[in-house]
């Protein structure tokens, strides 16, 4: 009878020798390098960060002072006073401030809702494309590589009363001609589509590349269980596209709240006050006025009420998506 031979037994890893310890010397060493390369990079960095503070820190610090003390001006200029609040006072009495305010709200609320819903739309056509798609995806940033002035006046060249397309095409189909930049609420939407017409395109890209990113795999197994395309999107792909979604409606919010170039070449802010926004109102107060206290107060209440709706937006969305992790 033959016996069976035992596979021979794999020999014993071999146990690694503990390393000894570094040496005081040699974490000196270490030390004293990584103080010399911090300072090396803290070198190469400080042309970058002087010139941030030239341009970007200093003008906010000096216009929040500027919001707070009695400017005088003088025939060469002007110079800072006392310390007061009496230009907040006068900026939170004021008619026009809340004007400007709610129109800036009420039209960046307006604007962003729709840019993202036409741009998710567009992304989700572009998604679907195969060929041509980079054709399709130049020319949808045409509008968005233009700048905003030159937009605007050819967007003044459509809604113009005398020689205008708009008024043309208006007076083709009712005979009567049609003023858009000079009635109020004409105004203000005439506005908003040139505001969507120039800026969808971003949000689109930006919701693009979030799709092409999201897995297949999960669409796929959803498909499977029998969902619809509408379900798919709503309950599958537009949670996962809740980051790249809150990225795009961040920025827009950023640009739409300091809207001023749209209006100061459209409507000048008019007619009356109804287009008038936060930014334009800042510009005509501080330079047209030359009132700089209650200017520099309109802007640096700008910017607190746009830190302050960022981290309110930050927030919520972050509570939305850790509830949708922990339901997941």
């Not at 819903?117 to 679907?128: P, W």
């Not at 120039?198 to 979030?210: C, D, E, H, N, S």
């Not at 498909?223 to 537009?238: E, H, K, Q, S």
């Not at 919520?316 to 949708?324: I, P």
């Amino acid at each position: 009878m033959t016996g069976t031979t035992a596979p021979p037994a794999a020999p014993a890893a071999k146990s690694r020798p503990p390393r000894p310890p570094a040496s005081a010397a040699a974490r000196r060493g270490r030390t004293a390098r990584d103080r010399r390369l911090s300072r090396l990079g803290w070198g190469f960095a400080s042309p970058a960060l002087l010139a941030v503070v030239a341009v970007t820190v200093f003008p906010i610090l000096f216009s929040l002072a500027m919001s707070f003390s009695e400017v005088e001006v003088t025939g060469s200029g002007f110079r800072l006073g006392a310390p007061t609040g009496d230009n907040y006072a006068e900026l939170f009495a004021s008619e026009r401030w809340r004007h400007a305010l709610l129109f800036t709200v009420l039209y960046t609320l307006g604007t962003v809702f729709a840019e993202v819903v036409l741009g998710t739309a567009v992304a989700l056509v572009l998604e679907r494309l195969t060929d041509g798609r980079g054709w399709m995806m130049a020319l949808l940033l045409l509008p968005w590589a233009m700048i905003t002035v030159v937009s605007a006046q050819l967007w003044a060249y459509v809604y113009n009363g005398v020689y205008g397309v708009l008024s043309y095409v208006v007076e083709a189909v009712t005979g009567d001609q049609v003023n858009v930049l000079g009635t109020p609420v004409p105004a203000v939407l005439a506005m908003s589509v040139a505001d969507i017409w120039k800026t969808t395109p971003f949000v689109a890209i930006i919701v693009l590349a979030g799709l092409v990113m999201l897995p297949g795999d999960v669409t796929e197994a959803a498909r499977m269980d029998g969902a619809n395309a509408w379900t798919i999107f709503w309950r599958v792909r537009l949670p996962l596209l809740r980051p790249t979604l809150a990225i795009a409606v961040l920025f827009r919010i950023l640009q739409a709240f300091g809207i001023f170039d749209l209006p100061f070449v459209l409507t000048g802010g008019g007619p009356g006050d109804a287009t008038q926004s936060l930014a334009l109102l800042g510009w005509q107060v501080m330079f047209q006025n030359l009132s700089f206290g209650p200017g520099a107060a309109v802007a640096a209440s700008t910017a607190a009420l746009v830190f302050a709706g960022c981290l309110v937006f930050l927030r919520a969305f972050r509570t939305q998506v850790g509830d949708a992790e922990e339901t997941a």
